[in-house]
């Protein structure tokens, strides 16, 4: 999942209003500058904003957690008022969470390992029923 189009151009749009600033106060030398380095950093900011889920035979990770597949117990598919409320007020602390604010949907992945204080994941995922398939293949 990469952020949406347009959530970069918001961020770009708050970009430019600082290189206004930057140029009325410094000039022109400093806004190209300002620019250049705020392109950059919106580049930065799109690459480190995705996130991959990825399923194999043995385990699951999402971003730099993984789990073994074994340890996984039941996979329920969430709807955006069921994410909302999972996310806000039914929050649990010790869960795990892998979510992106511009993707309503996701899965609640509950977690069956004794030696583990994570109840469960919490993922941001617009393709959640092929990913509840995967998961429950093979379990």
């Given at each position: 999942m990469r952020p949406p189009l347009w959530l970069l151009?918001?961020?770009?749009?708050m970009f430019l209003s600082l290189i206004v600033a930057v140029w009325a106060a410094l000039g022109?030398?400093?806004?190209?500058?300002?620019?250049?380095?705020?392109?950059?950093?919106?580049?930065v900011i799109a690459v480190m904003g995705r996130s991959e889920i990825l399923v194999d035979e043995e385990e699951l990770t999402i971003q730099d957690a993984h789990i073994n597949r074994r340890f996984i117990g039941e996979v329920k598919v969430l709807n955006a008022a069921e994410?909302?409320?999972?996310?806000?007020?039914?929050?649990?602390?010790?869960?795990y969470l892998a979510i992106k604010f511009w993707?309503?949907?996701g899965v609640k992945i509950?977690?069956?390992?004794?030696?583990?204080?994570?109840?469960?994941?919490?993922?941001?995922?617009?393709?959640?029923e092929e990913l509840k398939n995967t998961l429950c293949k093979q379990l």
């Open positions: 151009a918001f961020i770009y749009f022109t030398g400093s806004a190209i500058f300002a620019g250049v380095i705020l392109t950059l950093l919106l580049l994410m909302k409320l999972i996310r806000t007020r039914d929050a649990d602390p010790a869960a993707v309503t949907t509950t977690l069956n390992d004794q030696r583990d204080p994570t109840p469960y994941w919490l993922v941001s995922c617009k393709k959640t």
